[in-house]
């Protein structure tokens, strides 16, 4: 092994412990794509793990300048071809493998910027918000499913835009009262925390279970080596949005629902058998 290809097991190995120390749920996931898939997931993963650790975690920094720092060392990894930073490094082989579009990256990137500073939000920047934390993630990990198949990346691009935003949806209904307290966020545009109501909670799950809807479509006509993973994954989320809609609007501002460990066990043995009978 030449010492540059041990060093990209070396890294190689940084995205995926990263991975599977922040999201167990994750990672589960991308364990069930083809094994040729995984580790270019991984190194999207642990990319935007990284940006996002930066504006929710480490409030006690200087967080504008480590983004700003983040941000010219992404450009710099992919222009160059390498970094010292282990997870850069492997997001600049999986980017310049799968020819990811600039414009993601840059969408990417600027909703980080957003959460710096910007604590409510109208429906534009709610909607610019979703696509470039969300939905360019998607359409990332849609660039290797596709391997180059263009006209597939292009057919299927906009039920991936839909899960990515189903699932950061999710998150922000799910994680409300973090969001706020933690960080006087609110995401959905024109809500009140004080004042959320039922119906405040009913227009955003419509609006969920409309992208889950137009996701739905498009994993059924992914590739077979990713098609069961996305599914699971899809599954997953969608039984957490079940529960969050039976969950009463005030219980969502004071707890955080889960799905324990034997309901993941069951969303992935009936996802065998759906899959297995083609029942998607």
């Not at 097991?9 to 069930?32: C, D, P």
């Not at 600039?102 to 939000?121: G, I, K, N, T, W």
């Not at 109501?197 to 990713?226: N, V, W």
């Not at 969050?244 to 707890?255: C, E, M, N, V």
């Amino acid at each position: 092994m030449s010492s540059l290809n041990l060093y990209n097991e070396v890294t190689a190995q940084s995205s995926k412990y990263t991975t599977l120390l922040y999201s167990s749920s994750f990672s589960s996931a991308i364990g069930l794509l083809d094994k040729s898939l995984r580790q270019s997931i991984y190194d999207i993963y642990g990319f935007v793990r990284f940006a996002d650790e930066i504006v929710d975690t480490f409030h006690d920094y200087d967080k504008a300048g480590l983004l700003s720092t983040f941000k010219a060392d992404t450009y710099e990894a992919l222009d160059k071809g390498i970094s010292l930073n282990p997870i850069l490094h492997r997001f600049q082989l999986t980017y310049n493998q799968f020819n990811i579009d600039r414009s993601l990256l840059d969408a990417f990137l600027y909703s980080m910027e957003m959460d710096l500073s910007q604590q409510f939000h109208n429906q534009d920047s709610y909607n610019q918000y979703i696509f470039g934390s969300a939905e360019v993630v998607g359409l990332m990990c849609l660039k290797i499913f596709c391997n180059g198949n263009e006209a597939q990346y292009e057919a299927l691009r906009p039920s991936a835009q839909s899960l990515g935003a189903a699932f950061q949806k999710v998150n922000f209904l799910r994680d409300i009262k973090a969001d706020f307290v933690g960080m006087e966020r609110m995401y959905f545009p024109n809500c009140d925390f004080s004042n959320f109501s039922l119906e405040d909670k009913q227009e955003i799950e419509a609006d969920i279970q409309a992208d889950f809807d137009a996701a739905l479509e498009g994993i059924k006509a992914l590739p077979l080596p990713c098609r069961f993973g996305v599914y699971v994954a899809f599954k997953y989320y969608y039984s957490l949005f079940k529960k969050i809609k039976k969950t009463d609007h005030g219980a969502l501002l004071s707890s955080r629902i889960r799905i324990p460990d034997y309901g993941k066990m069951f969303i992935l043995f009936n996802a065998k058998i759906r899959t297995s009978l083609n029942l998607l």
